[in-house]
C-alpha cells in the first residue's frame, strides 16, 4: 500500500510540477521574453464542456473543462489579439504571414455537453469550431471504456477483477484507491488487444449493474442531434476513426479502413465530405508516420495529433502530423492560457 501510496504522491507531484511551470511560463509571456516561442498560431483540443462536477474520478478529469473557463480562455486570447480561425482555413493563414496569432478550437468525441455547453459560449463569441466525430460512438455500438472505469470507481466500494494475475478484490474508498485502480486498469487495456481488454471491462461493469452501452447513449450526440449540430454555422466535424482504437496498434490494412470508413460515414451523415481528421489518443504510441501518409493517402488536408506544440509556415509540409494544445480540467485559469498560447512551456521543455 506504501508503494501505491507513493506512486499517487509522484503523479500529484507531477500536476504541481506542471502548474508550477505554467505560472511561470505566464510570468515570461507577460514580460515579453521568448516571444519567438508562439509561433504563428495554436490548435486548441477538448473533450468535455460541462458544470463542475465533483463526482470525477481524476484520471479523467483532464477530459473537462467548464463553460466559464471555456469563456475566460476565449476573452484571454482576445485581449492578446489572437484571431480566432476555422480549422479548414489552417493552411491558407499558415501559408500567408501574418503579424497576428491565430487560434483554432477542436473538441474530440462529440459528447453531447459540445451542444449544450460549448456551441453557447462559442456562438456569444463567434468563434468557429471542429468536432471530431467516432462513428462507433456516434451511432451508440462503442463502449467509451474510460467513462465506465470513471463509473465504477465512483459507484462500487470495492471491485474484483483478474488485472492478470488472478481475481483480486480491490478497496475503492479513498482516492488513492480509487487512482491507483484506474492506473491499473489502463495498464490493462494497454497491454492487450484494445478491443478484447475494453470487452473484459464493459463485462466487468455489467455484473456491477453498469450497461456500457447506456454511458455511451447517455454522452454522445447521435446521428440526428449530429446533423442539427453540424447545421449551425460555426460547426465542422471532422472525421475520428470508427471504433476510437489506437492505430498503431492495429494492421495497416484495419487502420486504413478505420479512417476512410469513417470519412464516408460523415459525408453520408452531413453530405459534406471532412477535409480533417483527429486521431484517437493522438500519443506518440498511438500514431505516426504510416498514419500521417494514410491519412494523405484518403485525401485529408488535416491530421491532428494531441502532441503539444505551436504551428509555424514549416508545419505546411507535414499537414496531417499537427502538434494539439489541451485545454486542460487540471489547469483551468486563465493566465495558463497565456501561458500555453505562449508556447514557452513547450520551448523549455525542447
Not at 8 to 35: D, F, P, Q, Y
Request: with cysteine; net charge positive; proline share 6%.
Amino acid at each position: 500500500m506504501k508503494d501505491k501510496a507513493k506512486a499517487i504522491w509522484r503523479r500529484n507531484v507531477k500536476r504541481w510540477l506542471i502548474g508550477a511551470g505554467l505560472e511561470a511560463s505566464a510570468l515570461m509571456a507577460g514580460g515579453g521574453l521568448l516571444t519567438s516561442a508562439r509561433g504563428s498560431g495554436v490548435i486548441f483540443t477538448l473533450h468535455h464542456v460541462r458544470p463542475e462536477s465533483a463526482s470525477v474520478i481524476g484520471p479523467n478529469r483532464h477530459l473537462e473543462i467548464t463553460p466559464e473557463f471555456l469563456d475566460a480562455a476565449i476573452v484571454r486570447l482576445k485581449s492578446l489579439g489572437y484571431d480566432f480561425i476555422a480549422l479548414s482555413d489552417l493552411p491558407e493563414r499558415l501559408a500567408v504571414p501574418s503579424t497576428k496569432p491565430f487560434a483554432a478550437f477542436t473538441l474530440d468525441d462529440g459528447y453531447r455537453n459540445n451542444a449544450e455547453h460549448a456551441l453557447p459560449v462559442f456562438a456569444r463569441h463567434g468563434v468557429p469550431f471542429t468536432v471530431f466525430i467516432a462513428q462507433g460512438l456516434a451511432e451508440h455500438r462503442q463502449p467509451l471504456w474510460w467513462e465506465i472505469m470513471g463509473r465504477l470507481l465512483r459507484e462500487q466500494d470495492r471491485i474484483s477483477f483478474d488485472f492478470g494475475r488472478g481475481v483480486e478484490t480491490v478497496d475503492l474508498k479513498t482516492p488513492v484507491q480509487q487512482l491507483d485502480t484506474s492506473f491499473r486498469f489502463a495498464s490493462y487495456v494497454w497491454a492487450r488487444k484494445e478491443a478484447e481488454a475494453v470487452a473484459d471491462l464493459c463485462l466487468l461493469a455489467e455484473r456491477y449493474g453498469i450497461d456500457p452501452l447506456a454511458t455511451t447513449r447517455e454522452l454522445i450526440m447521435g446521428p440526428q442531434e449530429l446533423r442539427d449540430f453540424a447545421a449551425h454555422p460555426l460547426v465542422s466535424l471532422g472525421a475520428h476513426t470508427v471504433t476510437h482504437r489506437k492505430l498503431s496498434r492495429l494492421g495497416a490494412e484495419e487502420a486504413l479502413r478505420e479512417m476512410r470508413k469513417s470519412a464516408e460515414w460523415l459525408t453520408e451523415l452531413t453530405g459534406e465530405r471532412p477535409t480533417a481528421i483527429a486521431y484517437p489518443y493522438g500519443s506518440r504510441d498511438a500514431i505516426g508516420p504510416r498514419e500521417f501518409q494514410s491519412a494523405r493517402d484518403l485525401g485529408f488536408v488535416i491530421g491532428l495529433t494531441t502532441q503539444p506544440g505551436m504551428l509555424t509556415a514549416a508545419d505546411l509540409a507535414r499537414p496531417t502530423a499537427l502538434p494539439r494544445v489541451s485545454l486542460n480540467g487540471y489547469y483551468q485559469k486563465a493566465r495558463y492560457v497565456s501561458a500555453l498560447a505562449s508556447g514557452i512551456p513547450f520551448a523549455l521543455k525542447r
